[in-house]
RNA sequence: GGGCGCGUAGCUCAGUGGGAGAGCGCUCGCUUCACACGCGAGAGGUCGCAGGUUCGAAACCCGCCGCGCCCACCA
């Protein structure tokens, strides 16, 4: 602990203190001194997987709030001697900025188009006709448009007091994060990890890419219902119902659940899909559900991920008529899986529906069932949850694509188990990890058809005949790393065989961002390039994040780590909740309720806007509140005031708390700091501020109120305890305030102390219980003695609160004169309040405290007469 | 339909076996020598509902209701 009573100059405390400029002012200084630079030197490091954001627009209000807790967290640990790793990453990476540059800069990704190294993008940007560029090229052009943003966020984030080391900022489409990612990558590929397969794939048909898993979300859309009549032979016709009439040229059985005694006599048979005349056989399957629509169902290649299970579990035969652009497919009706019991009349129907999307599609097959006989009924209304992509804007489809998958299913025990491991802040925040491993339907699909991403790293040789060998991929050597197919040359070939027969093809595709993102870790800790340093902070301690990412972020970043290095990634998981706006709904842009960080940080104060988010528990949703910001000011300001007052003009401290309350007021002190440790030591920053802070009003209201009569004292004799103990008072408060009002706190310590809070030791509870009771009475009866003073403390502030009482239902000023005192108390709490007499007099202006032994406290209260 | 969380004062929330709390807001008062960006006081709640365990339940158990999130649900 810092020794206050060793200061050796006088404290300069400013005339008038104020919370303005703060920030500009220390975070200078901060960035003078390097104090967040991280050394690598030290052995006892902390290191934090630090979420790097999208830099795709802007910084909002939930950004704010959760990177505050992690500050908070890395603050306390450097406090408590620990080296603390805290890089920035930015997300740079992925679909916003391609979005954001095609419109901006008036430019098409085609990765067919060669690199021009003096390209310069079009003056006037024109949506409608944009100019084809490389992917090198469509790349640079996202890194000119994202460093600009990222300049503001860092900007905000230096305002907003993150004790980052700005010197190991990282990217996720950087060169580093490129090399990290298609090193990981091939090493994968190498021992089997990664593989590569034609096979029905989620697909967005805007993006024209396929999707993961995990990227889907649930959405209400209306649709209808069709009951639909298929034709049968001998064990007569079959009804199903369907929301996707178009798919039925597409389909490929009829399914009824095996115990089902409606459909059993068809089950075996055939029947003919109308319109189209196409055979398909009638099967059971226990995963059908008796009461959905008549009890049958149609299987069509795909509709569904239901489909896609039938299809694969009773190997029916594909039937696709839908393109990767959303389209139906002309299809060779007579051809092999294509035929029909009528070719003319299929022929006929399907020419009305080829080259239409979906909708198109879905409307006119209605008519064409309508005018054959072959819907029943009306199309019934339904709502129902229909899977988008979740930057998409019209459903998933699900097509039949060469795509690269990494291996998950196989490794779930693993990783179930692994996640056990995981010290999970809230603890219940596990069980939608657990929910989630569980509830894997196929390996993890990785590759995007999209262009500002990581390329694979991989190329296929093209035969004599001019087909490309995917199943003989040349992988880039270590060397080139980072490379990209499609400009870059692999070993034994040159420039001219690109998509020549016996030459070769670059793969054209690039990693899904979150598996990029999902190395965050390898990344800030450089794997493969810095050994030193990457065996210093990898495991990391711990990964801070929102909980609607635990599918994603969390879950990826666990399973590569487990390929890789066959272990966790980091010890502890800090969860975070979301800001909500007051109609308690998640805030977000499209809602359009979105508050800008810099406004309220300009309004009001850094410190303030940190106190609201320190509020925030560990992952529970908080509501946006700027009146709690106001609170958070009070705070600050209070710890300005309450700081001139215990330091202005100060009499000289003595060596020992030789007042009884001084050493109560200590010990109590004592027990909150233990209280704020063991919170934060359980990522519970928002208990350790309640506990600090509600303490610190105690103080300012009941103990500077009581002891001010004797630190006005001009006797050394009688301030030099009290001086003491305000000293070393404000010493602890300043630092348990340090992580979470960083900027008021490090001007506070400035009047008095050298270096910086945030390099001060974190206080210690048993030092200060130490000092409190090294100075009490004679050995023997330290404990009797203590608990005596602990009550006078607890006595004389609750006597002093019914003096203050008295005086405002009298509607007199506090300083009033009061004639006479009468306590009521229990023998022990009269006895301890003499302790405290002294001190109780002076702060209540009170001429006779008297006292009388009583089971229920009651205090009289004679105020001497009002001369105005 | 399954999982998780939540339901306490007008609002935001703490409280996990014994006294129902904090801040804000509201009302009243006080220029008080650190602070009017302040200080003091007051009003305000059958702790979602119904059972059970217990000497004792806001808290523990069971059921229900409501809200939120995640997952499943496209026949």
Known sequence: MASPSESSTAPRVPERPTLDGLEAKWSAVWEADGLYRFDRSREDVFSIDTPPPTVSGSLHVGHVFSYTHTDAVARYKRMRGMEVFYPMGWDDNGLPTERRVQNHFGVRCDPSVPYDPDFQPPEEADAKEPVSISRPNFVELCLRLTESDEQAFESLWRTLGLSVDWSMTYTTIGKLAQRISQRSFLGLLERGGA????????????????????????????????????????????????????????????????????????????????????????????????????????????????????WRELGLPVRSVLGPDGRLLEVPWGEPGWESDDLERAREHYGELSGRTINQARRRIVELLEASDDLIGEPQPVNRAVKF??????????????????????????????????QWH???????FEDWVNGLTGDWCVSRQRFFGVPFPVWYPIDAAGAILYDQPIAASAEQLPVDPSTDVPDGYDASQRGQPGGFAGDPDVMDTWATSSLTPQIAGQAGEDPELFAKVFPMDVRPQAHDIIRTWL????????????????????????????????????????????????????????????????????????????????????????????LADLPAPGQELTHPLDRALIARLARVVGEATDSFEAYDYARALERAESF?????????????????????????????????????????????????????????????????????????????????????????????????????????????????QARRPMRAPVERVVVHDTAERIDALE?????????????????????????????APDKG
Request: proline share 5%; aromatic share 8%; with cysteine.
């Open 195 to 310: 593989y590569q397969l034609e096979a029905p794939t989620l697909w967005d048909v805007d993006f024209q890419t396929a999707v993961a898993q995990a990227e889907l979300e649930d959405r209400e859309r209306p649709g209808a219902m069709h009951r639909v009549r298929f034709a049968g032979e001998g064990a007569g016709e079959a009804l199903i119902e369907t929301t996707r009439p178009e798919l039925i040229p597409a389909c490929v059985a009829l399914l009824a659940h095996p115990d089902d005694p409606r459909h059993s006599a068809l089950v075996g048979s055939e029947v003919l899909t109308p319109l189209f005349g196409t055979r398909v056989p009638v099967m059971s399957h226990p995963a059908v559900e008796q009461d959905k629509g008549t009890g049958l169902v149609m299987v069509c290649t795909f509709g569904d991920l239901t489909d896609v299970m039938w």
């Open 696 to 808: 610190f009003w105690w103080y300012c209201d009941y103990y500077l109120e009581l002891v001010k009569g004797r630190r006005y004292d001009p006797g050394p004799e009688v301030s030099a305890s009290v001086s003491l103990a305000l000293r070393v008072s404000l010493s602890v408060f300043q630092r348990l305030f340090a992580p979470f009002l960083p900027f008021v706190c490090e001007e506070v310590w400035s009047w008095w102390q050298e270096g910086s809070v945030h390099r001060a030791q974190w206080p210690e509870a048993q030092e200060l219980a130490a000092m409190a009771a090294d100075a009490g009475a004679g050995a023997g009866s330290k404990n009797a003695e203590a608990r005596r003073e602990a009550v006078a403390l607890e006595v004389t502030a609750e006597v002093l609160s019914e003096v203050r009482k008295a005086k405002s």
């Open 555 to 646: 879950f990826s970043t666990i399973l590569l780590s487990q390929l890789d290095y066959e272990e966790l990634p980091w010890r502890n998981a800090a969860i975070s909740g979301w800001v909500l706006d007051p109609d308690r709904k998640k805030m977000s842009k499209s809602k359009g309720n979105v508050v800008t960080p810099i406004h309220l940080l300009e309004e009001h104060g850094a410190d303030a806007v940190r106190y609201w988010a320190a509020n925030g528990r560990p992952g529970t949703d908080t509501a946006f509140d700027a009146q709690q910001m106001k609170v958070g000011r009070r705070l600050a300001v209070k710890l300005l005031n309450a700081s001139k007052f215990a």
């Open 389 to 422: 992509f979740e930057k998409g804007e019209r459903p998933v489809e699900i097509v039949t694509s060469r795509q690269w998958f990494i291996r998950t299913i196989e490794h779930r025990e693993k990783l179930l188990e692994r996640g056990r491991e995981l």
């Open 835 to 863: 302790l405290g007499a002294g001190d109780l007099r002076l702060a209540g202006a009170i001429e006779a405290l008297e006292s009388t032994v009583d089971e229920e406290f009651a205090v009289e209260v004679e105020l």
């Open 426 to 432: 809230p603890p219940y925040m596990r069980a939608r």
